[in-house]
Every structure is written in structure tokens, then in C-alpha cells.
T-cell receptor
Framework: DTAVSQTPKYLVTQMGNDKSIKCEQN?????MYWYKQDSKKFLKIMFS???????INETVPNRFSPKSPDKAHLNLHINSLELGDSAVYFC???????????????FGEGSRLTVL | SQKIEQNSEALNIQEGKTATLTCNYT??????LQWYRQDPGRGPVFLLL?????KEKRKERLKVTFDTTLKQSLFHITASQPADSATYLC????????????FGKGTRLSVIA
């Protein structure tokens, strides 16, 4: 039973299009994240939500809009896609934002976005 | 700004030897330091967490050390096996509600049979 699942796994699209990536976690966690891993393999935080509330928004163009309908879901919508948006996007969750015992993140398998 | 560096992009090691990966950081010491494993085409998987007041943590063949004076963590895999081949990421955890984990670029380990 997958803990953090994201769809689609692969997404190929043209510049200028709008696309969405969906994420769901069944761990009962309070906090969810979107990370971007570019071709140089750096994992960079984009957004963090805690109980549906936006906590972190890290200098991401406003073409990227996260939405958390409930604490088990965090979707990412991208408008007017650009070549530089090509990357692997990872959804993750953690038990809570402020951690006491363990602060581990549970990652999804990633969504590889290719913008042509 | 906070920087985190992992010693080398790639490390090749003979099966059975101990692999040692290095993670260095600048500026502030985190409350915790985490290590993750990432296989090609997969998401990172948590391995170990070490607190700033702990010198060493072990889990089976894995050992992590944390030296806040040197601002460095070492990650060891003893008796390495080809199945240990993967990219290993370290991450700084400041245990702050508004501060996310800061990940290093990772070291790609190849264990050769």
C-alpha cells in the first residue's frame, strides 16, 4: 500500500501549456511538501503545507500554485510552462512540521516533467 | 545563506570494504542531520537521523557521525555490497516550523563486485 503517491509519473508537454501533478498520502501526516530536483540533482523545497495551510513558499514563480484540499492531498498546478520547468517533482510528507522525535520525510516516486 | 556540500559526486568502492561519505555545511549547525538513499527513478528514502548532541548513530551496517565543531557528518557503510549502490543525500534539519530540510546534492556510490 503506497504511502505517498503522485500522478502522473511522466508528463511531456509543450511550452505554454498548463499542467497539474497530484499527490496523496495515506500516513495520516499533517505536513506535505513539494520538492523540485533538477538535472544537477539538487532537491529544492518549493512549498510546504501544514494541515492545509501554506507554511513555506520558497521563491517560486507564481506560475506554480499549490492546492491542498485536505491534509492528505497536495496538488501542484503549473501555468504557462517553460523549458526551465523540466525537472522531477517530488511530493513528500512528514508527521508534523515541528518535530520532536523524528523529522523524516516520506517521498513519493516523483513526477518527471519534460517541457518541449 | 546556508550551504551544504557532499564530498564527491561519485565514489567507487570494492565489495566488502567500508564506504565513507562526507557531508559538510557552513554557518549554523542544524538540530538534526538526516541521511537518505535515492535509487535511480525513485524518491529518496530515509535512513538515519542524528541529533546535534549525539556523536554517533548506528543502524545495522550503517554508521553516522556528527561533529558540530568541524561542521561535518560522516556516513559509513561497512561490508559494502553491490546492493548498496545508490545516491546518498544528507539533509540539514533545523527543527524549525518554517525552515525546510536543506538537502545536499548527494554522492553516487557504486559498489563493485
Amino acid at each position: 500500500d503506497t504511502a505517498v503517491s503522485q500522478t502522473p509519473k511522466y508528463l511531456v508537454t509543450q511550452m505554454g501549456n498548463d499542467k497539474s501533478i497530484k499527490c496523496e498520502q495515506n500516513l495520516g501526516h499533517d505536513t506535505m511538501y513539494w520538492y523540485k530536483q533538477d538535472s544537477k540533482k539538487f532537491l529544492k523545497i518549493m512549498f510546504s503545507y501544514n494541515n492545509k495551510e501554506l507554511i513555506i513558499n520558497e521563491t517560486v514563480p507564481n506560475r506554480f500554485s499549490p492546492k491542498s484540499p485536505d491534509k492528505a492531498h497536495l496538488n501542484l498546478h503549473i501555468n504557462s510552462l517553460e523549458l526551465g520547468d523540466s525537472a522531477v517533482y517530488f511530493c513528500a510528507s512528514s508527521q508534523t512540521l515541528r518535530v520532536v522525535n523524528t523529522g523524516e520525510l516520506f517521498f513519493g516516486e516523483g513526477s518527471r516533467l519534460t517541457v518541449l | 545563506s546556508q550551504k551544504i556540500e557532499q564530498n564527491s559526486e561519485a565514489l567507487n568502492i570494492q565489495e566488502g570494504k567500508t564506504a565513507t561519505l562526507t557531508c559538510n555545511y557552513t554557518n549554523y549547525s542544524p538540530a538534526y542531520l538526516q541521511w537518505y538513499r535515492q535509487d535511480p527513478g525513485r524518491g529518496p528514502v530515509f535512513l538515519l537521523l542524528i541529533r546535534e548532541n549525539e556523536k554517533e548513530k548506528r543502524k545495522e551496517r550503517l554508521k553516522v557521525t556528527f561533529d558540530t565543531t568541524l561542521k561535518q557528518s560522516l556516513f559509513h557503510i561497512t561490508a559494502s555490497q553491490p546492493a548498496d549502490s545508490a545516491t546518498y543525500l544528507c539533509a540539514l534539519d533545523f527543527n524549525s516550523g518554517n525552515t525546510p530540510l536543506v538537502f545536499g546534492k548527494g554522492t553516487r556510490l557504486s559498489v563493485i563486485a
